[in-house]
Nanobody, 119 residues
Framework: QVQLVESGGGLVQAGGSLRLSCAVS????????MGWYRQAPGKQRELVAT???????NYADSVKGRFTISRDNGKYTIYLQMNSLKPEDTAVYLC?????????????WGQGTQVTVSS
C-alpha cells in the first residue's frame, strides 16, 4: 500500500521557521512531480509549491522568497523549508505526488500536517 507521510508541522511564532517532510512508502517504481498544498479553515485548498522529478520548482506568489521546496529522489522524499512564517501561513499542509505503482502512474495525497503560526 502506497502512503505519503508528512511530518514536521507544529506551532511557531511569527518570523520563525519550520521544515516539513513528505516520504513516499510502499511498493513503488518511481516518483514523478510532487508538491505541497495547504488548506486553512473555511478556505479552499491552495497550491504552495511543486517540484518536478528533474528539480524544476514553482511557488505560489504568497510564499516566494520565504519557502523552498526540495527533494531527495533516492529517498522518495520531498521537503518544504518555511522561513519568515506569518500567521496567514497557518493551515494543514498536504503532500501530493505522482507515484509509479504496478506499471501505472497514480496521484496520491498525504493526510496532512498542521502548521500554526502565532502572532
Amino acid at each position: 500500500q502506497v502512503q505519503l507521510v508528512e511530518s514536521g508541522g507544529g506551532l511557531v511564532q511569527a518570523g520563525g521557521s519550520l521544515r516539513l517532510s513528505c516520504a513516499v512508502s510502499g511498493s513503488v517504481f518511481g516518483v514523478d512531480d510532487m508538491g505541497w498544498y495547504r488548506q486553512a479553515p473555511g478556505k479552499q485548498r491552495e497550491l504552495v509549491a511543486t517540484i518536478t522529478s528533474g528539480g524544476t520548482t514553482n511557488y505560489a506568489d504568497s510564499v516566494k522568497g520565504r519557502f523552498t521546496i526540495s527533494r531527495d529522489n533516492g529517498k522518495y522524499t520531498i521537503y518544504l523549508q518555511m522561513n519568515s512564517l506569518k500567521p496567514e501561513d497557518t493551515a494543514v499542509y498536504l503532500c501530493n505526488g505522482i507515484v509509479g505503482v504496478s506499471h501505472n502512474w497514480r496521484q496520491y495525497w498525504g493526510q496532512g500536517t498542521q502548521v500554526t503560526v502565532s502572532s
